[in-house]
């Protein structure tokens, strides 16, 4: 009995989720560890590389060298983001029975802690959003659910809507504000201890998208087709416009995805893989659209100087970069003859990191002609390896 519960174990303390650790790896492993995704810190050339093991690795994507490697979970990272520091991250995996996500919070260091919410349905649509002065973490649950973790001080707090409204999207507005938008049109302004300070007017569908600029000065909300921008801080309308996207369906599809630079508004959404560019008049700059089956949920961003505009697709390979005054898509580079699954730009603007997830591997480029710089693979143990071109 007594190896019996030695092994038992062992196995449970493999199973907790922990900051850094050696991870087994089967004997009989011969294919390359899968990557799962990427994120870039908004800082620096730091590219966050997660796979399948349960690992994140650090690298550093001006150098082309790999860093530190973080054990963030029992199971495959799914989400990752950095903090606005650029020295935090955080996580999201599924546990290996699929009824939760551990989230986990760890600096580049290793260092870390872990909080486990339930998940309600299969449809990885869990998203994680530091405040801007990275103490809290806002959490969306598959369920609808939005969760604000104070991950320093291990207290979380749920956003409470009323009975049948379901949130569906949420954004921080300075370190103390929240707003959300919700299944039934209805967006509300919410204390950073989860007590609502007011709900506005429901619009006339669901809300799929609330989103502040980065100066802090204007709101956007989208309902379907349509999208308002708002004056803060004292929330009046400053302009209404339809998308140009041809089909919709009521419900299902409307504007989910946006991003900010200094002049321009970036949208994606549709039944079609469609983007957008927009002054912040309303007035439409360019748009692009094609098919990309029922994969709806769609990534889109600018580089940090503004001049690329990107969109990929969550799950699928169809990823693309624009010039963001012009709308005119590069073909260039490592453009020209690959697709992408996850684009993401650091933050010296210099690199741009591009995940094949079928090829199990992750392109770095510069910026300029979008030549390779290096390739990423991952090993049947989990072990990076930067590959530099000559």
Known sequence: MLPLLLIALAQAAVDQPKPIESLPHPKEATQPVYLMTIATSPVDATLAVALADGSVWMVDAAKLSV?????????APCIICFAPDGKTIATGAYSPGFDKVIWTVAKTDGSGS?????????????????????????????????????????LSTKLSPPTEHRLATACW???????????????????????????????????????????????????????????????????????????????????????????????????????????????????????????????????????????ARNGGNQGRVYEAETGIRRMDGVLATESWDVIEWTGDAQCVALLSRSKRSVTIADTKSFARRGTITSDAHGELTVSKQD
């Open 114 to 154: 872990t909080i486990s919410t339930k998940v309600e349905g299969s449809r990885i649509n869990e998203s994680a959003q530091f405040s801007p002065d990275g103490a809290r973490l806002l959490l969306h649950q598959a369920d609808g659910g939005m969760i604000l973790w104070d991950y320093a001080r291990e």
């Open 173 to 311: 507005w300075g370190n103390d504000k929240l707003i959300s938008g919700d299944s039934k049109g209805v967006v509300r302004v919410w204390n950073a201890d989860g007590t609502l300070i007011k709900s506005m007017p429901a619009l006339t569908s669901r809300v799929d998208c609330v989103d502040i600029s980065p100066d802090g000065t204007r709101l956007l909300t989208t309902f379907g087709p349509k999208a308002r921008l708002w004056r803060l801080p004292d929330m009046t309308l400053d302009v209404e416009f339809s998308s140009t996207q041809t089909l919709f369906i009521p419900d299902n599809d409307g504007l989910f995805g946006a991003s900010w630079s200094r002049n321009r508004l970036l949208l994606a959404g549709g039944t079609q893989f469609s983007i957008e560019c927009r002054a912040f008049d309303g007035s439409l700059a360019w748009a692009d659209e094609f098919a990309c089956g029922d994969e709806k949920w769609l990534i889109c961003s600018f580089d940090p100087s503004g001049t690329f505009a990107s969109c």
């Open 67 to 75: 860093g530190q490697r973080i054990r963030c979970a029992s199971a």
